[in-house]
Structures are given as structure tokens and as C-alpha cells.
């Protein structure tokens, strides 16, 4: 945790370098932001994002020249795509800063001067490598045949007048700052790379360029403008208003500074803490430096961009999640936040595919969070008339698990690990799930109808229950989900508002209140492998390439051992087996428990069967089209009990049932008379 003693958190992303449109790397900083400040405010700090795009360098002059436009015009189009692109994905910044407004300049031209006034700044001749792609000055060391051995990026000996900053004489100073401040480098493991490029020599750095005409002039000599990336940084502070404001400090120092890797080292733990130890002017709490998203057959730590590939535009990708999971828009948004921050390993490199994502939709959000939903809400109106019941005494089991998640979920925030924050939110989303199963509400039913006193009490507790941890757990998504939080909310009966740390005490669904009908937030995808056409169309895919299409295109359904089926179809080869063979076949008498139909499936119910003794499991059968699952519960079946379990539509089928063709239709084998549950079919 950064807290910094104020009332307030102040967190940044990259002030973004105009060279091309946004795209889900940057998307992935922007949304991590968002959620982590979503998630200050839920615990009520005044939390405060600031991001922005960062418009000066030759680079883009460069660009703007070739593509026959004023460098102004180019880069207000490309900053707005950037402002838009974040508007849509429902980042709430509070300031979006471009460097090329007046408050920045101001700020940035009263930093040099003060850098001058104290020495910190000389003039001196510049020769060395230079990358214009990078918009970088390099040591020899850092240069290898002609290309910078950080990005591969070619580099070219120059020789000019420019500005210096001392730089090498605060090679000291940092050190001792991160010895002090063991939280000020993060991940942990990026600490060693930046105290190694220290310890490798400081030297001072060329800080200005000839001036042709773009960026920001150097205090007292116009024939040169100030290095994009000293530029860039300063923009941090603007945003408070310092200089000339009188409440710059209620913000500063930030919080946060949050970024990819790439501009972790060089810039953020060495060169910005130099620059504000020199003015005296207080260091960020914590820098911290997430991994790339990489594409298959990428070399180790390469970033995936439009050279070797290409990452999807944000708004294109979710308008593709959209469409083939026929949801609106808002809820794809919310699905693609949650896939960033839950498929990053924020920390470590990440591969990326399109496939990838649509999977973890379905996964994640369609079969476990959207269907402990959509069961838990069809019971209570089967069970209980549609309104919340009575629990004076919850399973303590599941309050401890839910009071243990949340401990562990703010503990992971804290630090940053977003994937991790969400996969503990999960693990009690798939509890909820088995939880059902094994209480299995349908027998209660039952045996309630049958005058058991004691069965809709229970009954009442194990809904409960249910819908009291799918609230807590749609407001802990809450910061990744703002949107379908709302929604899941609502669909158990819960007021929604700001969420705060108190919403999250169990037991504040109130009993006696009547829940609508549930209707599916996450619809399952269907197709859950990207077209060549689709890929190129979100950008996924820059060149038509058959191999980078194929690479991309590897997850289409394979049938495998356990795949749950109909009756087999006419015509079918016959093979002939040994007894032997025969023998390692289980075939075993259940009885199902309850029957219901698998979102978004027209073949598919999820069966519950007894197979021996307390043993319920949950198979999966193609007859939805002949039975109906009211007419299926209390009925003998026989099971293949031994099969491996497979998942289909990612629930898992432990087991299968048999049934014969007749027709063309699936008629389900039961004994000839009731029989116990587990006697062996021989």
C-alpha cells in the first residue's frame, strides 16, 4: 500500500507518445489504473488518475511531415483518439494532460530554469548513438551492430551542441533512496535491473535538440527544444499545478506511477527521481512496471506491436466480443477490462491471442459468474417464490471463505496484483457453483413436499447464501466491472451504489425482497476462434500472413474422452472389442438429483446424478431437445461412470449416460425396475 498519509491518491498511467493509435497494451495500463483507483475510492480515499498523450519529438513531427499535415493537426487527431478511446472503456480520469498546453510548457521551461539556476544544467558537445525511433540517447554499452540491444531499434552516431543533465551525480542519492524505500521499485524483481544500470555508471545526459520547429524551446536559447523524455516527465507535476498553484501539494508526490516495463529503467526510477532530487521537489511513493503482452514466436521479453503482429484496438476489440457474444456494448466493455486485468500477469511478460480472451469470457464470466447467477435466481423462484429468504444462521463455511476472500482480495489490490485480486474473487465464485451441487436445493424440494419440516429452512439458507456471495463477489469486480457489477447486482436483489469496504460485510441482502426473473448478463460465445478477416479488422492481425493467422487460430473444439453425447448416429462403423476391453468400462445405475439447461446451449442439459452413496456429479447430456428437465428428476439412468471428465462449455462432465437411437432420437437406458444408485451394469 502507498498511502501518503493525506486524504487523497494520486495515481498515474504513461503520458502516451502519439506515434500511432491506442491499442490493448496501452489499454491494458489505462483500465489497471482505473480499477486501482476505482478501488481506492471503495475503500473511501480520494483517489485521483491522470493520464495523457505526450505530442513532442521529432519523431512525430516527422510523421505528421509524411503524412502531409501540419504537426499540430496530427497530433490533436491522435490525442483525441486516445481521450475517446479511454471515454469508451470507462476510465474515469480526473485530468488528461497533453504537453503540448500551456500549463505544461509552463511548467516544464520553470523546471530547466531552476535546473539552471542550480547548476544542474551545462552546455557540452553531444557524440554518441541515437535511436529517432526510440527518441533515446545510448551508451556504447547499450548498443550492439548498430541497434539498441534494449528494443532492437537502429541507432545512428551523432555529434551536436546540446544541454546536459548531471546525472552522474546522483547515482548515490538513488541508491540510498531504494535502501530506504524498499517499496519505491515494483515488482521487486525490477529493483536489481535498475540498481545494476546504476551501478553500471551514471553519465550525464543530452537534454535538448536542435530545434526544427516542434516542442518546447529551451529557457534562453530557441535554437534548441527540450528532450521529449525530460519533457514528458514533468507533465506528472503540471498536472497538480505546480508551478504557479497554491494547492500543488494536496496532490504531490504521486501516489503511483504505473507502467509497461519499456520506460521503467532508464526513465522512471533513474532519470525522474534525479531530476526531482535536484529541485528538492519530493519523489513518487511507487514506480511500478508491468510486462508485455507477447505474441507466439516472438523472441524472450520482445513486445508485441505493429512490426510483429499487432494488438487489437481496444474499441474494435470489444465491438468483436459484442458481436459474438450478443451483448451490448457496455457489458463488452466491462468483459474486455476484466480479460486485461485478468490474463495479465502483472509483473511477468504475457502472451497474447484474440482465442485467449474469448475463452476466458466464456470460462470466467459466461459458466461461472454469470451461471451461479443465473442458478442461484432460478431456484429462488422455483423454491422460493422469487424473494429473498430468511438466514439467521449461514453456512458458517461459506461466510469464513467470503470473510477470507476479501482479506486476501484487498491484500492483493494493495499490491497491485490485479490477476491475482481477481482470481481469489473466482475461487469463491467456483465454490458457490459446487456448493450447489452438493446441497443439492432440488432434493431438499422434494423431500419438503413430502412434509420434511426441516427442508425449506435449509433450502432458504443454501440460497441465501448463494446470492449473498455473488453480491460480494460482483462488488469486488466492481472496479474491473463498473457496469456489470450494477447488473449482477440488481439480478440477486441488491441495492447498488458506490460500493464501499462496509457493502462488503456479509448479510446485507435483505430477506423479503422480490428478485425479477433471471435474464443472462454474459450470454456464452459460441465461436471462440477469430476469422483471418476479424483479426485484420481489430488490428490483431496487420499483415495477412497464413502462418501468423494460423498461429492465432488454434482452439477449435476437438472431441475427447468424456465428451458427453446423444445416442450414436446411424451408420456408425462397428468395431469389434475384447471381454477385456469391455470389462474397463463402469457402467453404474444413478439417479438424477435435478436437470437444467446449459445457457446459450439447445442440445445441452446439466444433469446432477447420484452415482453411489453421497456421491452427486455433474454430467453433461445431449437430450435437451427430447426431455424436459422437470420430467428427468428422481429417474434411473445408466451411467458410464469411469470416463475421464471433459469440459464442454467449460463446465467439466464427470461421467455419461447412455441412451439409444431410435429415429434419430435419444432415448435415455434405465433399469427395467428401480434398482439401488451404484449397482453395477454388467
Known amino acids: 500500500m502507498t498511502d501518503s498519509g493525506r486524504d487523497g491518491f494520486y495515481i498515474t498511467t504513461p503520458i502516451y507518445y502519439v506515434n500511432g493509435l491506442p491499442h490493448i497494451g496501452t489499454a491494458l495500463t489505462t483500465v489497471a489504473c482505473d480499477a486501482i483507483s476505482r478501488f481506492h475510492k471503495m475503500r473511501g480515499i480520494n483517489s485521483r488518475l491522470l493520464t495523457g498523450t505526450d505530442e513532442n519529438g521529432a519523431k512525430i513531427q516527422d510523421a505528421a511531415e509524411n503524412a502531409g499535415m501540419a504537426t499540430s493537426t496530427f497530433v490533436d487527431g491522435l490525442s483525441s483518439a486516445f481521450r475517446v478511446c479511454w471515454q469508451d472503456l470507462d476510465v474515469h480520469f480526473d485530468d488528461f494532460i497533453r504537453t503540448t498546453e500551456p500549463r505544461h510548457i509552463r511548467a516544464v521551461q520553470e523546471f530547466f530554469t531552476r ?39 537502429p541507432v545512428v552516431r551523432v555529434s551536436e551542441d546540446n544541454y546536459f543533465f548531471k546525472l552522474s551525480e546522483f547515482g548515490d542519492r538513488l541508491l540510498e533512496h531504494y535502501e530506504a524505500n524498499p ?44 528532450y521529449v523524455w525530460f519533457d514528458a516527465l514533468i507533465s506528472y507535476l503540471a498536472s497538480t499545478g505546480w508551478p504557479d498553484g497554491d494547492n500543488w501539494e494536496q496532490w504531490w508526490p504521486a501516489d503511483l506511477h504505473f507502467m509497461g516495463k519499456e520506460i ?50 481496444p474499441t474494435s476489440f470489444e465491438l468483436l466480443i459484442a458481436a459474438k457474444a450478443g451483448i451490448d456494448r457496455s457489458i463488452a466493455v466491462d468483459a474486455l477490462r476484466y480479460m486485461l486485468c485478468r490474463e495479465m500477469n502483472f509483473g511477468l511478460d504475457t502472451e497474447f491471442s484474440v482465442e485467449s ?87 431438499l424440494a422434494r423431500a419438503a413436499s413430502a412434509g420434511d419440516e426441516t427442508a425449506q429452512p435449509r433450502i432458504d439458507t443454501i440460497l441465501y447464501c448463494c446470492l449473498e456471495a455473488a453480491r460480494i463477489s460482483a462488488l469486488l469486480l466492481s472496479p474491473f466491472m463498473p457496469t456489470a457489477s450494477i447488473a449482477l447486482c440488481s439480478q440477486v436483489g441488491a441495492e447498488f451504489r458506490t460500493p464501499n469496504l462496509a457493502d462488503l460485510d456479509w448479510g446485507k441482502l435483505k430477506s423479503g425482497t422480490a428478485v425479477d426473473p433471471a435474464i443472462p448478463i454474459f450470454p456464452r460465445i459460441l465461436e471462440t476462434t477469430a476469422t483471418e478477416d476479424e483479426l485484420v479488422r481489430i488490428g490483431a492481425l496487420v499483415n495477412k500472413k497464413e502462418e501468423q493467422a494460423k498461429s492465432l487460430d488454434t482452439s477449435k473444439d476437438t472431441v475427447k474422452p468424456g465428451t458427453p453425447v446423444a445416442a450414436a448416429q446411424a451408420g456408425d462403423e462397428e468395431v469389434v472389442i475384447g471381454i477385456e476391453d469391455f ?100
Open 115 to 153: 535546473l539552471l539556476d542550480r547548476g544542474y544544467v551545462y552546455k557540452d558537445t553531444y557524440q554518441g548513438w541515437y535511436s529517432t525511433s526510440d527518441e533515446t540517447f545510448y551508451r556504447d554499452a547499450d548498443v550492439e551492430d548498430g541497434r539498441s540491444k534494449e528494443t532492437g531499434k
Open 357 to 443: 480472451f474469448l475463452r476466458r469470457y466464456n470460462t470466467d464470466l459466461a459458466n461461472d459468474l454469470g451461471n451461479l447467477v443465473n442458478r442461484t435466481v432460478n431456484m429462488l423462484h422455483k423454491f422460493c417464490g422469487g424473494v429473498i429468504p430468511e438466514c439467521p444462521n449461514p453456512d458458517r463455511e461459506i461466510t469464513e471463505l467470503a470473510a477470507s476472500v476479501l482479506r486476501t482480495y484487498l491484500e492483493h489490490m494493495a499490491n497491485f496484483k490485479l490477476n491475482s485480486a481477481i482470481e481469489i474473487v473466482m475461487q469463491l465464485v467456483a465454490r458457490m457453483n459446487k456448493y450447489i451441487d452438493t446441497s443439492a436445493p432440488w432434493t
Open 183 to 226: 517499496g519505491f521499485l515494483r515488482p521487486e524483481f525490477r529493483k536489481n535491473e535498475v540498481v545494476s544500470f546504476i551501478k553500471e555508471g551514471l553519465r550525464d545526459m543530452c537534454i535538448t535538440r536542435p530545434n526544427r520547429g516542434w516542442g518546447i524551446p529551451f529557457p534562453g536559447d530557441s535554437n534548441k527544444v527540450i
Open 264 to 313: 521503467f529503467v532508464r526513465f522512471h526510477a533513474t532519470l525522474w527521481p534525479a531530476m526531482l532530487l535536484a529541485l528538492d521537489i519530493p519523489l513518487p511513493k511507487c514506480v511500478f512496471a508491468h510486462g508485455f503482452w507477447t505474441l507466439p514466436g516472438l523472441r524472450a521479453g520482445e513486445k508485441a506491436g505493429k512490426s510483429t503482429g499487432g494488438l487489437p484496438h
Open 583 to 682: 470389462m474397463k468400462v463402469q457402467l453404474r445405475v444413478g439417479e438424477i438429483l435435478a436437470a437444467e439447461p446449459v445457457p446459450n446451449a439447445t442440445k445441452l442439459l446439466r444433469l446432477t446424478v447420484k452415482v453411489a452413496g453421497d456421491e452427486a456429479r455433474t454430467i453433461l447430456a445431449g437430450i435437451a431437445e427430447y426431455y424436459k428437465p422437470e420430467d428427468l428428476e428422481g429417474r434411473q439412468v445408466v451411467v458410464v461412470a469411469n470416463l475421464q471428465p471433459r469440459k464442454m462449455r467449460g463446465i467439466e462432465s464427470q461421467g455419461m449416460l447412455l441412451a439409444a437411437d431410435v429415429d434419430g432420437r435419444a432415448v435415455l437406458v434405465r433399469p427395467e425396475e428401480v434398482v439401488p444408485v451404484g449397482a453395477r451394469v454388467r
